[in-house]
């Protein structure tokens, strides 16, 4: 299996920076790529791709683009440990449910994982 649990949330004002961290355990060689999703607050509020990491390659959603940075970090053995989200510029509108995800692979292959989530609020 895989676990992953967010961290780094909070409360931050318009204009400002946070930094999201997924921590990554379990069976490390069955993950392919990972990446952040987000659900905003309200009815019919889908969960949306935010952006995503896969063999070092990167893919952000529009809105995401320029102001965040997704990154991975690697155990000297060379196993994924965290993925983590730099949000900077943040805007009212980026305030959601922030979700970590990892895609499985190899044996896991089709299966999806996902954290508890972690809340980010951007306002004034």
């Known amino acids: 299996q895989v676990q992953l649990v967010e961290s780094g949330g909070g409360s931050v004002q318009p204009g400002g920076s946070l930094r999201l961290s997924c921590a990554v355990s379990?069976?490390?060689?069955?993950?392919?790529?990972m990446s952040w999703y987000r659900q905003a607050p309200g009815p019919g509020k889908e969960r949306e791709l935010v952006?995503?990491?896969?063999?070092?390659?990167?893919?952000?959603?529009?809105s995401a683009l320029g102001r965040f940075t997704i990154s991975r970090d690697y155990a000297e053995d060379g196993a994924k440990t965290a993925v983590n989200l730099e949000m900077r510029n943040l805007k009212p509108e980026d305030t959601a449910l922030y979700f970590c995800?990892?895609?499985?692979?190899?044996?896991?292959?089709?299966?999806?994982?996902w954290g508890q989530g972690t809340q980010v609020t951007v306002s004034s």
């Open positions: 952006a995503r990491i896969d063999e070092g390659i990167t893919r952000y959603s529009d």
């Open positions: 379990g069976s490390m060689r069955n993950i392919g790529a």
């Open positions: 995800n990892a895609a499985g692979k190899n044996y896991f292959r089709g299966r999806q994982f």
